[in-house]
């Protein structure tokens, strides 16, 4: 294992990450070699010296593969195998490999195998330069097509058919969105840095089967379940992948489906593991991501997790304007957990308010199932003329969009609703 401190010595937790990154892949580290560099070196990265280094440690410990905590190019990792002997490894080929074992759905698998061969489009170089341009026979002299092209034309073609059966599986998962859209409960996406605890504060939430284990990338497969919140209000929670630094753009590009489930939530809980020392760079990095797939603007409750590794009690803190803003808890010992329930209610019930509806008969019957799934009718009165009036709990927007309807009439509306009650959340923008 390689890692170099570019214009600084190698700090121990990045190493200790990258150690991590190793174990979870199903790698023992038989050597570790660090330096340190003002930039790197085009030919090998890590310099002539520090090369020679990792040959003679390869050779000693018969290691079968070289990890190296960096992005390489192309050349360089090219280079350093020829004089190793063995193959390397470079940061962004280490966490797809991880990501290619750990994938379960046809999705996630389809995504991992798109991302592994863009990343090894670069790379196809490898192996082949020795061979010339091949010759045909009689009737077919003169110049033919090389491994290489010939590689690269197969390549692009499968490249082509993942992208458009991952198009396929993007407008189903879009379909079923839709549905949920159409009954507009609230989603709330668990984002954070890989290792944070995401997956058990999911289990602890949501009483779900999620995969769980003290390693990096634990998941990959989005996982989405409904639940209520103090009142009844009921939401729907998603587990994604965690982020990690230098995230392959590879990655980003390729995990859509993971990805939409942040980029489209109402609200996002950043859990955070709150024992790690360097928790407030794991929090710029998390956010740097979301900022990337679009999703940096959206709201935020903290979750500082693993309080039980500090000996910290659960509370929720909060912003200059009252409002929940953190939250510490511990999801393995299950302590904070109605605390953090309620802050999530509080947050998307803020604006919510009573107001009576007057709804047609002809209209009525898809707009009642609707609004009874979502929970939001307090009373129903059916009036002279068949028609319907209901007393809902909306916000503005959502109030809005339904009195635009056909003979819908919005009459009042009254104070907004205490903490805690029922409420109706859209991630439709407002009307108007």
Not at 18 to 26: D, I, K, M, N, P
Not at 153 to 171: A, T
Not at 321 to 338: F, M, N, R, T
Not at 349 to 370: D, I
């Amino acid at each position: 294992m390689v890692r170099l401190g570019l214009g600084m010595p190698v700090e121990q937790e990045d190493l200790d990450e990258f150690v991590q990154l190793a174990e979870s892949a199903g790698v023992v580290a038989a050597a570790t070699v660090t330096g340190r560099r003002d930039r790197p070196d085009p030919r090998f990265f890590v310099g002539s010296g520090k090369a020679e280094e990792i040959r003679v440690i390869v050779e000693d410990t018969c290691a079968e593969v070289v990890l190296v905590d960096h992005a390489l190019s192309p050349s360089q990792e090219r280079n350093l195998e020829k004089l190793v002997g063995v193959r390397v490894l470079d940061r962004s080929s280490l966490i797809l490999d991880i990501f290619a074992q750990r994938a379960r759905s046809h999705e996630g698998k389809l995504e991992v195998e798109l991302a592994q061969l863009r990343h090894l489009a670069s790379r196809l170089v490898r192996g082949w330069t020795h061979l010339e341009r091949q010759k045909g026979g009689i009737g077919l002299r003169g110049p033919g097509e090389t491994q290489l092209e010939t590689d690269r034309r197969l390549l692009g073609g499968r490249v082509k058919v993942l992208s458009k059966r991952l198009e396929k599986l993007q407008q189903q998962r879009e379909t079923g969105r839709q549905r949920r859209v159409e009954i507009p409960i609230p989603s709330v996406a668990l984002v954070g840095y890989t290792n944070a605890g995401k997956s058990t504060l999911f289990r602890a939430l949501t009483g779900a089967d999620a995969y769980i284990a003290d390693q990096l990338f634990a998941t990959l497969d989005p996982l989405v379940r409904r639940v209520q919140l103090p009142g009844g209000s009921p939401i729907v929670i998603a587990d994604t992948v965690g982020f990690i630094r230098e995230l392959p753009h590879e990655l980003v590009a390729a995990f859509r489906s993971t990805l939409t489930e942040a980029r489209e939530a109402t609200l996002l809980l950043h859990v955070i593991d709150a024992s790690d020392p360097r928790r407030e760079e794991r929090i710029d990095q998390v956010n740097a991501v979301l900022a990337e797939v679009g999703a940096g603007d959206l709201p935020q409750i903290r979750v500082y997790n693993k309080i039980d590794r500090l000996g910290d009690t659960p509370r929720v803190e909060r912003d200059g304007e009252g409002q929940p803003s953190s939250v510490w808890v511990s999801a393995v010992q299950s302590q904070g957990l109605e605390g953090l329930l309620g802050a999530v209610a509080e947050r998307l019930s803020r604006h919510a308010r009573l107001r009576v509806l007057r709804v047609p008969a002809r209209e009525a019957g898809a707009l009642r199932a609707r609004l009874y799934a979502a929970g939001v009718i307090r009373s129903e009165t059916v009036l002279p003329d068949g028609g319907l009036e209901w007393l809902v709990q909306l916000p503005d927007h959502e109030a809005l969009e339904l009195a635009a309807r056909s003979g819908v009439d919005l009459l009042d509306a009254q104070q907004p609703c205490a903490t805690g009650e029922r409420y109706l959340q859209s991630t439709s923008p407002p009307m108007v």
